[in-house]
């Protein structure tokens, strides 16, 4: 399995990053986590064909995180000319959410006829979904998005995948995250409290509860950028736009 991070910013761009987006290339099936604003610029940068990717998963529905969908219709719709069905899986009321986003920023773009299928799957916290070869499962996290925000659980053949999406500490991200290949796990600061999101000396603590094989620090604020280079651990590996890992 190959994961490309098209983007690992968090909401404001610090440290010149791009918002939330994974490419991940499994044999023949390619899908993103998350589709941050800035989606299209990412793919762009790494060469990555758009009408390729068969599903996009959203872990919760913040703009950093889903809105890039209105530039991706827009894209396929009308410079890539896309054919092929696109599924999008996401929290309940991703449609309707995506819709009433993409009516704001283009006025009329969700009434034109489409040249492909856009279809719209909802994930129900512990609850097994199957889309292609993949099977996903939704964890609740701590992070109000006005409907629920997950954590997210990838299974393809033998390989696990994880990613926390944007939350401050639970409990359901141990077994989110338990033993998998690679947990992207979103680091906003280096200490905390922070409310809603995490900071590493948290996830540092809760390392062997979790019990993954590596760890990708992702979503980093100014300040814990500035001190990544005090993170040393054989496995942990801090995000940065471009970086590429085969699990």
Known sequence: MKITVVGC?????????????????????????????????????????P????????????????????????????????????????PPGIEARFKAAAEVLFPGSTTVPLRFAMTFREMIKEQPLTEGPVMVTAYEVSHPSGAPSYALRFALGKKTLSFSGDTEWVDA??????GADLFIMECYAPVGPTRYHMNW???????????????????????????????????????????????
């Open 9 to 49: 910013g968090d909401a404001f761009g610090s440290g010149g990053r791009l918002q939330t987006c994974y490419h991940v290339e499994h044999a023949d099936h390619q899908f993103l986590i998350d589709c941050g604003a800035t989606a299209m610029i990412g793919l762009n940068r790494q060469g990555l064909d």
């Open 51 to 90: 009408n390729a990717i068969e599903t996009i998963f959203i872990s919760h529905l913040h703009g950093d995180h889903f809105s890039g969908l209105v530039w991706w219709l827009l894209h396929a719709q009308h410079i890539a000319k896309r054919r092929q069905p696109l599924v999008v899986v996401g």
């Open 173 to 178: 991200l141990v077994p989110a995250g338990r």
């Open 201 to 247: 000396k948290t996830i540092e603590a809760k390392l062997p509860e979790i019990g993954a094989k590596r760890l990708l620090l992702t979503h980093m604020s100014q300040p814990m950028l500035d001190i990544v280079a005090t993170v040393d651990r054989r496995d942990v590996i801090v995000a940065e736009d471009g970086l590429v890992l085969q699990i």
